[in-house]
């Protein structure tokens, strides 16, 4: 049965703080994976990965994928308090079926 | 992106009634989904919705329950049918396929928050 896995489930930090979150996948048929913020009711996208040990960047935030050992991780420096949300992250499979993973809450303090 | 929408953005509903919720995108996509996300839980699909013919649903879910309507490529309804307190979520649509984006990448729309007395 394919699935998504998230860690921590729950983060607590203070501004200023690098935070590294975690999703494990055993999926067949992977394409890609996708991570998302969602602070109140809509995800919004993040990343799109699809090959091994690109970085993908976007200021503050970071993501990586490693399809050997089947896993990736969305890293947030320096956070700020409007970092505080869901983080989401889905693996692609077949056709364009998203399963998405438990979600890492993370609640970032002043 | 796209601009995509949902009506309502919430409602309360009584046990036995119907709701459908409306999703509408600004540009034609291929591909629409529907997804349930029920408190404290992260996105499950419900279906797919194809355009012009039947949605393709998930395990666990059936038409009966949720049906589906998908007349063009810029929106589609989902009816939650003979609602349950269990029925309450968000529940939200998204678009994939859109031109000049990566294939994969799916955008969701706001949500529906649903809450069954």
């Known amino acids: 049965e394919d699935k998504v896995v998230q860690s921590p489930l729950s983060l607590v930090v203070h501004e200023g703080d690098t935070v590294t979150l975690n999703c494990s996948y055993e999926?067949?048929?992977?394409?890609?994976l996708l991570w998302y913020k969602q602070e109140k009711k809509a995800p919004t996208f993040l990343f799109m990965l699809?090959?091994?040990?690109i970085e993908k960047k976007s200021g503050r935030l970071s993501s990586i994928l490693d399809k050997k050992e089947l896993f990736s991780i969305l890293n947030i420096t320096a956070t700020q308090t409007g970092d505080s949300a869901i983080y989401l992250c889905a693996v692609v499979r077949g056709t364009d079926k998203l399963i998405f993973g438990t979600g890492t809450r993370l609640q970032v303090f002043p | 992106s796209a601009v995509i929408s949902q009506k309502p953005s919430r409602d309360i509903c009584q046990r036995g009634t119907s709701l459908t919720i409306q999703c509408q995108v600004d540009?034609?996509?291929?591909?629409m989904f529907w997804y349930r996300q029920q408190p404290g839980q992260s996105l499950t699909l419900i279906a797919t919705?194809?355009?012009?013919?039947?949605?393709?649903?998930e395990s666990g879910f059936v038409i009966d329950k949720f049906p589906i309507s998908r007349p063009n490529l810029t929106f589609s309804t989902l009816t939650v049918s003979n609602m349950s307190p269990e029925d309450s979520s968000i529940y939200l649509c998204?678009?994939?396929?859109?031109?000049?984006?990566?294939?994969?990448?799916?955008?969701f729309g706001p949500g529906t928050r649903l809450t069954v007395l």
């Open positions: 998204s678009v994939g396929r859109l031109a000049g984006t990566s294939t994969d990448t799916q955008y």
């Open positions: 540009s034609q996509v291929t591909m």
């Open positions: 919705a194809n355009q012009g013919s039947e949605a393709t649903y």
């Open positions: 699809t090959s091994s040990g």
């Open positions: 999926v067949t048929n992977f394409r890609s």
